[in-house]
């Protein structure tokens, strides 16, 4: 019995005495991966160092203390973390190792740039948590050029290689020191930072409870400071793959669309910069947010960039905007949301219901704001197929020194949209208490040959005060007209298989005084005419130009009576007698242009007694006889009035 259990206790000896030289043995085998993965940061020019190493092997816990890391690429941060602790860590080959949580506390990370000025950015971070964690036992080397865009590679690159189920950062500190006297120095704290699903390159949801920050504007003999806060940040299904393609220094040949985010979106957003000056955004939404390889090329718009910071040539400008350009074509939104928002100001308060963006289309809603006058207020406010990308390059175009720019490149202003409207609009009118009310403005137009649109209407329904302080408007102040009705449709539009242009519908309503309709067809008007900005082409190619038909519309709704009480006044006459004697002088006038030309003799009848009787419709129609060259007719409608009208059969009437 005795030999039995000396025995058991040998057994238990060396038993204990292997379990302690296998633990041993793994530790250092810890230690050494440990080592050789800071090896690797030495190897390349930087430093690095650690303290305590140690290893439990019962829960396989790895445990690293005060680590010091500094790269020898100056766009790299300065690491420094107080401790790491790994629980359940397993290494499935040689060259990756995995982790059923991972804690990091007392992280501080710097980073000093240099260029294009000196900035110096400060992290502080007490904790880190990870969960179910993945990752190479160690990393690529940084092969960086110095340029940020080679950094941001390089992280989404180590970034690939990383999956875990969930990593939580409660805060996080930022400290920004952008110089004495210069812009830019501040705060920022990031609260409640959660990502879940990381997986090699994609993430299935980022949040950030809260964002603070407090900046200084540093503006001379004003020391402001912009203070702002940001809650509910979230960003749903990430993708680096395109980014990093985008950022390949040798170029993607990819001309296709890649998603990298689905939505990101914000709670509420409050900023306040100047006393008194206060911003409240409730919500955003940005979804489906993607990137074309081939055209979205950051790194090409730095380059272009004057390394020694001064101003850009305008030839380096030019080019720059052209990139940019690109950039615009290389970035696409499926929809922005932007809630309501509200600012005070010391002169009042204003408010915007909602920006929004979809399919190349901007929406201003519900804007109420204050101004000197009164309160502006507008329903909505939209640009049609807006292109950022030929903003850009029409910006581009205007660039010549010394020079104005030229009627083609102003022109270049129709391709960067096909259109705007502006509702329910109540503005104060001058200096005055009176409004102007637009129920609609609405001017759209496309079919561009060259830079000149080829199709283009104009939609305006308002009412506006008239102004005493214009002379034309005289008479109908004095006759107690004191708002104008007015109600404008404009259209035009040439086919270019038959080369026929027709001005249908242009009419001009003004409420309870007239309507006017007009409808002019031209015919043979070449396409060189539109791609031509030059006037002695245009003149020659308008000699092609033939007229058509044009008819006349007027329906009187009180104007020919207002036109009548004027008169009267004028010559202290009845308006029985002011209506005749117009009558008479239509007919005189008349007699003088209509000739022995029987149609226009008909016209001058039909105006006289359009303005005999209140309340009718006078109707006019021009039909050419034969070939009617367009600048032929103008010229004779200066000339020789008569001729010009013995050109068309004339067709008049008025009825009621």
């Known amino acids: 019995m005795k030999r039995i259990l000396i025995g058991l206790i040998v057994a238990a000896v060396l038993g204990a005495g292997g379990w ?3 633990n041993l043995y793994v530790q250092h085998r810890a230690t050494s991966e440990v080592e050789a993965a800071f090896a690797q940061i030495r190897a390349s020019g930087g430093k690095a160092s650690h303290g305590k190493i140690a290893f439990e092997l019962s829960s396989r816990t790895l445990t690293v203390e005060d680590i010091n890391v500094e790269p020898a690429q100056p766009q790299l941060a300065n690491v420094k973390v107080a401790k790491i602790t790994a629980v359940g860590v397993r290494q499935p080959d040689e060259r990756h190792f995995s ?7 007392g992280v501080e990370a710097t980073f000093t740039y240099t260029e294009p000025a000196k900035l110096k950015a400060n992290y502080k971070i007490p904790q880190i948590t990870a969960r179910d964690f993945s990752a190479p036992i160690r990393g690529a080397e940084a092969s960086l050029s110095g340029s940020i865009i080679d950094m941001y590679r390089f992280m989404l690159a180590q970034y690939a290689t990383v999956s875990a189920s969930s990593i939580a950062v409660p805060t996080v500190s930022v400290n920004v020191d952008a110089g004495t006297g210069n812009a830019g120095s501040g705060d920022y704290v990031y609260s409640g930072l959660s990502i879940q699903n990381v997986d090699h390159g994609k993430i299935e949801t980022a949040k950030t409870d809260r964002i603070t920050y407090s900046i200084d504007l540093a503006q001379p003999g004003k020391p402001t400071k912009m203070i702002g806060e ?3 940040l979230a960003a749903t299904d990430f993708n680096s793959t395109a980014v990093r393609a985008a950022l390949d220094q040798q170029g993607a040949s990819d001309d296709s669309f890649h998603r990298i985010y689905r939505r990101i979106s914000v709670n509420s957003y409050m900023v306040t910069t100047a006393p008194g000056v206060r911003l409240q955004v409730d919500g955003i939404t940005f979804d489906d947010i993607a990137i074309r390889p081939s055209k979205f090329r950051p790194a090409e718009i730095i380059a272009l960039v004057p390394a020694d910071g001064s101003i850009p040539t305008p030839a380096q400008s030019r080019d720059m905007m052209e990139k940019v350009a690109d950039f615009f074509e290389g970035f696409q939104i499926g929809k922005v949301e932007i809630g309501k928002q509200t600012i005070e100001t010391p ?8 920006i929004k963006y979809d399919q190349d289309n901007i929406v201003l809603e519900a804007l109420d704001m204050p101004l000197p006058q009164g309160q502006l207020k507008m329903e909505r406010f939209a640009l049609k197929s807006f292109s ?70 104009l939609v305006v329904k308002m009412v506006t005060p008239t102004d005493p302080a214009n002379p034309a408007l005289q008479p109908l102040i004095v006759a107690g007209v004191d708002k104008l009705a007015i109600d404008l449709d404009l259209g035009a539009a040439w086919t270019e298989s038959s080369g026929a242009f027709a001005l249908a519908p242009a009419t001009l309503d003004l409420g309870n005084l007239a309507r006017a309709q007009l409808r002019v067809a031209l015919a043979k008007v070449p396409r060189d005419l539109f791609t031509t900005t030059d006037r002695s082409e245009a003149m020659a190619q308008l000699v092609e130009v033939e007229t058509g038909a044009i008819e006349l519309s007027l329906r009187d709704r009180g104007v020919v009576d207002l036109v009548v009480a004027q008169f009267a006044r004028m010559q202290n006459v009845s308006r029985d007698a002011a209506r005749g004697a117009i009558v008479a002088m239509i007919r005189a006038q008349g007699e003088k242009i209509a000739g022995a030309n029987g149609d226009a003799r008909m016209a001058v009848d039909a105006l006289a007694g359009f303005v005999e009787a209140s309340g009718q419709t006078l109707s006019v129609k021009l039909m050419p006889r034969a070939k009617v060259p367009l600048m032929q007719l103008m010229q004779l409608s200066q000339s020789d009035p008569e001729s010009a009208l013995a050109q068309f059969r004339i067709e008049a009437s008025t009825g009621l």
């Open 230 to 232: 940001l809650s509910g």
């Open 347 to 354: 002169q009042g308060t204003g408010r915007l219901g909602a």
């Open 388 to 457: 950022a990308a030929n903003l850009m390059r029409w910006a581009a175009s205007l660039r010549t020194p010394g020079q104005p720019p030229s009627p083609d490149q102003m022109l270049g202003l129709f391709r960067v949209l096909e259109g705007a409207e502006i509702k329910g609009v109540v503005s104060p009118y001058k200096n005055t208490r009176q409004l102007v009310t637009i129920d609609t403005i609405s001017m759209n137009w496309g079919q561009l040959v060259g830079s000149i649109p080829s199709k283009a209407s």
């Open 20 to 22: 302690f030289g296998f």
């Open 99 to 105: 982790a059923d949580s991972i804690d990091v506390s």
